[in-house]
Each structure stands twice: as structure tokens, then as C-alpha cells.
């Protein structure tokens, strides 16, 4: 007969009784149960309100001997049962004056989800210390291993002597560590191998004298693992990542990044987070470049900041030691190449319900051969806002910029400096019915300019001190109709929603006005109900008489309201012609505007298209267009195909023209072989612009799965610099479930590149706490 005992905290015995008399639950009182979510919170696995060193031992054995002082001896099935722990094993001793148990056969240790399991143990049920002969583990991680001897140093470590490691939990792990000793500390989520030799396939890949490596998948200081590239611009790149764990809400990253070309650059990163505020510091420094025999740096710091009672700041700070930073020091499958200004800005604001102020100070780093940007030194806004006041929707943008252009590379000014100051108050009452709505608009924008035209005033030819005032007067009204239909055989319900839009701003002579900060916006659906052409700053306000009508029909799945097709169509009609202008720009002379169309459509659950055009009217072509194509079939699995088209501009301020094809695909080979890749090519011809029919970019890879815990990826990446040079890249990665990975990381770039791709490499998921209680 199985017979069961229960030790109290002093070790006293209690009368043994039959299995079928379980221990009191009194043992065990749990809190109150909550209700979280629809879920009910319970403490049944988990003492409450115990003191740890109180706990009662529970003893179970199918015969148990006492000498009826210290000594107690179990056989047969033998179990020591503790609520943060279980012994088990064919024999037991128990020495209650020392709290050590001994077991033989088949030995076995549960504790916090780890296991450990030997012909022998010796375990302090005082001090959670012991020691396991010839020792099989299993750790919380999925982790696993066999070793000589494990020491059991307190609750939270071990070492374990001749081990082997692995956190594959096939049948046949793919990895596997082989170490002298290893420590695992189960409080500091770290596993330091000492001695160590890292074995892929049998093979041995990365041997060290100390090999870090996490228990569970949380963050820990320790390197990371190292990645390596050959590209055009830096050679053969490489950088060793070491991460440093300093607070829950702090860590930091040194990176050391030796190129063959450039020489070596030193990198880091810092990461803070506060109930108050957060932010992110950066920064990359070569000491001499081996091409250029100088200096090379960049920085960014990005930070935000809540003060309290509505008040909160943020700065965003970047810089570059040269303009030819990026072209040279690109990261890998990141092409920040054409990046043309590196902003830095400070901002301060205050905000309550109705009102919100802000400050904020620009400036911009030109890295390009483009014109600098104006300078905001500062700029001072004040916006009020009152929905449904008695009906009225009322508005308030007021703002006060101080502009300052930096002097060109000559030495040269560029523009007029100045400040500006404007305001804008609108006052909409919206009228919104079942099916339908109207919403008259009135608003006066008054603007006042203090401009230093660099001696070009004195002359006579411009003012040193322009006004302006404008009323802005529109109509928005639209309809919603619906009715019961069919798509493709299925129950629908087909929408039709007119849209009617009326403009009127009168005429301002603002030829003698400077520009600070506008610029032409591109004709769209969303530009056609707008109030003004020009987008950025209010140095122009176009006149206009115009009226925007456009029409949309929706087709929308009975059930569940899924939207299968949209179709919409628009286009602006003029009753007078522009007369305000940008300098350089024709102003318009049509009654018309080009028609728009729109469409996107879920044909069936896998394949999905949209499209996006823009017709001309008067010169019977196509000014814009944008179709693109995608079909899912499964994960993993995926097609895209797209096409863009901008007419080449007729004017300034207009779009550059664009003629491009875009395939990109993630498709399986074999059940474990992924293809991955992407084309751009661009179809352009401008000799003006040394645009030549190219690739622009291509990606082309292979991605291998295993069946179990491990995937391996090589990636070749090109992309265009400037119209007359490229970089290539090739990387490689090899992904270890369980450990990391090793070689450059090329998530980042195929997830940005191709749409719809997925991870193959297959997950671990973590074993539960309580998913190994015994």
C-alpha cells in the first residue's frame, strides 16, 4: 500500500495515512479568485502568502521506514514533495536535522520548470542546494542537456561539469555547445560556457573560452552574435555587437565594425525609457579612413518628454561628418543613400483640452547637391480648436516663424531671410443626417511678412514689409446610398456615395511674397478637397472658383462587412484661371482638371489588386499611374507586382517624372528551399537627368528550413547610389532556434522589400512555468 506523510516546518512527523487521504488543502489557502478578462485567476499551483522557509515537506513512498528521531527512509516510487520543488526517486533518505535528501535510482529533480534527472542526488531542502551525478537537464528555455556532474548551488544557479548543451529540442538537435563547465544563472537569464565549442551538423563552427548564451528569451548582456558582408563601398564589413543588459528600462549596444576598404569604425547605441520620457543615442566614429586619410562620424540622439500639467518636449539631433556619409557607410540592405537633409529640431509644447502652444527650433545639414533648406529660428504656433459649440465647428491656427537660409558651399545667400507671421480661423457648421451631409465653411487667413530681400528692397524692387488677408469660403456635402446585391455569387451590399465640393478664394496679387516653405502639392483624391494647391507654409493661397465632384461604389460582404471592390472616380471643374503662382510656374488656363481614378479589389481571398489613375483630358494621355497585383496563396507563399508612371513634368514644382516595373516574390522551391527576391526597373529615359533604362534594384536570395530549430538564409542585394554607380552586397545568414543568429541579418530589409513576406524559420514556443509539474 502507498503510504504518505507530511513534514512540518520544524520537521516533525505526522501519522502516515492512506494515498486516498491526500493532505489537507488547508495547506494551501488561496487568495480570492479574480475575474480578468473573462479568464479566472487562480493560485492553486502557486503558494500564497508562505514564507518559503515554512513550507511542508510531503513525503510518498510504497514503504517508508522511520527511527523515530531525525532519520527517514522511503522505497519504491519514492517522492519528496515541496510546493517550489519535487524529489523522486526508487530510494529516499530523509535527515531531518540536516534537511538533506538522498536519493538513488533513476534520481529526479523538479524545480521552477527546470528538471534534472541522475542515478543520484543529494538535495537541501533548507538552502536548495545539492549535487546530481552523471546528470540529464531540461531548462524552462526548451533547453537541454547531459554532463558529469551537476553542482546545485542555490535555487537560481548550477554548474554542471563536461557538459553538453543544446536548446534544439529535436530528437536529433542540429546545435549543440560542448563545454568544460558551464554556469547557469536562471535569475540573471544567462549561460556562460566556459571552454566553449559551438557545433552545427557535427561540425564545429565558433570555439571560445567563454560563450555566453540565454535561458530564457529575455534580453541579457553578452555579444552578440557577429555579422559580416562584402559590399562595393566599405569591402569586406564585419561588426561584433556587444549588448549590454543595464536595467529593464536601460541597455546599450558597442559594436565594433572592422571594413576592409575603410578601416575601423567603432559604433553604439543607447536606449532609456521613463515614466516621463524616452529616447534613443547613437553614434558611429572612424578614426582614419584608409581612401580618404580623415575622420568619419555620424550621430542621432531622438528624445521625447512629458513635464506634466499639459506641458511636453522632444529634440531629434543627427549630423554627419561629410556629405559623402551614407554613399560610403550605408548599413547593409538599408539604402539611405539619398538622403538629403539630416533635420535637427527642438520643440516644447503645452496642450489642454481646447488650446495647444508650441515652440520649436530647426535647422537641416544639406548632404546632397540640392538647395539648403530655410532655418526656423524659431517657429511659434498657437492652435485652438471647439468641436460642436452650439452646432459650429470652430478653428485657430496661428503661428510666428523666424526664417534664416544657411549660405551656400560659394559662400552664397540663396534667398530672402524674414519672418512670417499668419493666422487662420475657420468656423464649419456640419449638418450630418442618415445617408447624407453638408458642411458650409468660412474662414479669413491674414498674413504679414517682415522680409530682408539682401539690399533688392532698397531698389525698390521688393517690399521690406507685405500684408495679405483672404477669405476661404467651401461647401462639402456627400450621400450614401446602399442596396442588396450579389459579388461573384456571393451576398452583398453595393454602396453608391456621391461627393460634391465647392471652392471660392478670392484673388491676391502675392507676387512680391517671399517662399519660405511651400511648394506645389501633386493632384490627388485627397488634394481635390483641399483648400489650397500648395502644400508647407501659406506663402501662396491660390485664387479659385472650382467645383470637385466625384463618385464611389463599394461592394461590402453581407456577413462580415469586408470590403471586395471600390471604384471611385473625380475631377475638378474651374470657373476662372489661376492667376497665383509660384515663381517659374505656369499658372493653369483649363476649365477642367484631369480625371482621377481609383480601385482596389479583393477578388478572392488570396488575390488582391489596386489602382490608381490620372487621365488627361486635353492631351488624351495618361499623366499618372500606379496598378499594383498580389496573390497569397499560403504563408510564406507570395506574389507582387506593380507599375508606376508620373508624366515627365511640363513645369517646375512638379513631380519628377518616374516609368518603373516592381516584381517581388516569396515562393517554396521544396518543401524546406524558399526563393526570395526583387527587381526594380526603372524604364525612364532623360538624358537631361542621366536616366538610362537600369535596375534600380534587385534582390535575389535563398532561404532554407529545417524541420527543427534551425534556418539558414543568403541574401545578394543591389542598389542604385546615384544614376551612375551601385552598391553590391552579398550576406548571409545562419539562424540557430534557441541560441540567435549568426551573419548578417537580413529580416529587416526582405520584410521592408517584398511585400507580404514572412519568417520561415520555424518558432520554439517557451515551456511554461507550471507545463513540467509533477
Known sequence: MVTTAALGAAGESVLAQPAQAAPSAKQYQPVEARIVSGLRESSGLRPVGVDPDTLPVYLEAMRMTSDGQDFATLEGAASARRADAVIKARRLHFDQASNVMTGTGNARLVQDGNIVVGPSLRFNMENNSGQVEQPNFWLQNAGSGVGSKADIKSKDEMTVTDVTYTGCPCPDPAWRIEASKVDLHFDENEGIARNGVLYFKDVPILASPYLTFPIRKERKSGFLAPTFAITSQTGFDMALP??????????????????????????????????????????????????????RWAYSWQHNQVFGNGFYGNFDLNGVSDKDYFRDFTTLAINQASTSYLPKTGNLGWSNKYWQANVQVASYQTIADVVPQYNKLPEFTLTGTRFDWNGFDIRSQNAATWFRRPLSDQGLRLGPDGQRFTSYTSVAYPIVRPGWYITPKF?????????????????????????????????DSGMTFERQTSFFGSAAIQTLEPRIYYLRVPYRDQSNLPIYDTSLSDFSFSQAFQENIYNGGWDRIANANQLTVALGTRWLDEETGFERLAISAGQRFYFADQRVTLPGEAPRTDVRSDWLFGATAALTNTLSTSMSLQYNPYDNQWDRAQVTARWVPKRATSLSASYRYQRQPTGLYQPQGQDQISLSFQWPLTNNLYSVGRVDYSLLSDPSRNATPRVTQAIAGLEYKADCCWAARVVYQRYAIDPTSVNNAIFFQLELSGLGSLGQDPMGMLTRSIPSYENIAPNIPPVGKFERYE
Open 242 to 295: 556587444y549588448y549590454f543588459n543595464i536595467a529593464p528600462n536601460y541597455d546599450a549596444t558597442l559594436t565594433l565594425r572592422p571594413t576592409s576598404k575603410r578601416g575601423l569604425q567603432l559604433g553604439g547605441e543607447f536606449r532609456y525609457l521613463q515614466p516621463d520620457y524616452f529616447g534613443t543615442m547613437a553614434g558611429t566614429y572612424l578614426n582614419n579612413d584608409y581612401q580618404l586619410d580623415r575622420s
Open 443 to 475: 474662414g479669413m487667413h491674414l498674413t504679414q511678412y517682415e522680409t530682408d530681400w539682401y539690399g533688392l528692397s532698397m531698389g525698390g524692387q521688393q517690399p521690406a514689409n507685405a500684408t495679405r488677408a483672404l477669405p476661404i469660403m467651401s461647401i
